[in-house]
T-cell receptor, first 111, second 113 residues
Framework: KNEVEQSPQNLTAQEGEFITINCSYSVGISALHWLQQHPGGGIVSLFMLSSGKKKHGRLIATINIQEKHSSLHITASHPRDSAVYICAVRRYGGSQGNLIFGKGTKLSVKP | EAGVTQSPTHLIKTRGQQATLRCSPISGHTSVYWYQQALGLGLQFLLWYDEGEERNRGNFPPRFSGRQFPNYSSELNVNALELEDSALYLC????????????FGPGTRLTVT
């Protein structure tokens, strides 16, 4: 079993829909990252969370440390949001520098 | 401010050859991280360099190696290439100690035939 699991694997939405991507992990962590990977490979770091909730524009990320679960929400989705969204965690007490990645959620937003 | 740059964009090699991938971090960043994204496997941590030294490596064989130069740019070398080494190799950089805030480059797609 992977230490970081994402769901769903693939998601198709209509423009304007509210989208939720989930991430569950099985290890103690010091931080969780949400990353966005566009076609072609480029990765952008969206959020780094250790507790609570963060908001940036139409993106909201939440984390529940007790339940070992995080969600990424996209409000008023747009075709330009189409990308792979990756959850990554840093194991608590683990070596600095390495992240453990989920396999990603491929989001496609149709106009 | 320029972001993390990687070269080449694409690299095609045959089995048994060696591949060299390069990464230039954001100005002021001293840490460089290498990741492999093989098809269907997601991203996996490869190597971490800081101040010219290897700080940590992931679960990869010794034929994956690298170095960091005095200007903090980095090279990833893959020797004795195997077909399963075909992947997107991503480099990221951060300021020293700020491993939680990594900025990623566009990647090098390595194809081994």
């Amino acid at each position: 079993k992977n230490e970081v699991e994402q769901s769903p694997q693939n998601l198709t939405a209509q423009e304007g829909e509210f989208i939720t991507i989930n991430c569950s992990y099985s290890v103690g962590i010091s931080a969780l990252h949400w990353l966005q990977q566009h076609p072609g490979g480029g990765i952008v770091s969206l959020f780094m969370l250790s507790s609570g909730k963060k908001k940036h524009g139409r993106l909201i990320a939440t984390i529940n440390i007790q339940e070992k679960h995080s969600s990424l929400h996209i409000t008023a989705s747009h075709p330009r949001d189409s990308a792979v969204y990756i959850c990554a965690v840093r194991r608590y007490g683990g070596s600095q520098g390495n992240l453990i990645f989920g396999k990603g959620t491929k989001l496609s937003v149709k106009p | 401010e320029a972001g993390v740059t990687q070269s080449p964009t694409h690299l095609i090699k045959t089995r048994g050859q060696q591949a060299t991938l390069r990464c230039s971090p954001i100005s002021g960043h001293t840490s460089v991280y290498w990741y492999q994204q093989a098809l269907g496997l997601g991203l996996q941590f490869l190597l971490w360099y800081d101040e010219g030294e290897e700080r940590n490596r992931g679960n990869f064989p010794p034929r994956f190696s690298g170095r960091q130069f005095p200007n903090y740019s980095s090279e990833l070398n893959v020797n004795a290439l195997e077909l399963e080494d075909s992947a997107l190799y991503l480099c990221a950089s951060s300021q020293q100690g700020q491993y939680y805030e990594q900025y990623f480059g566009p990647g090098t797609r390595l194809t081994v035939t």
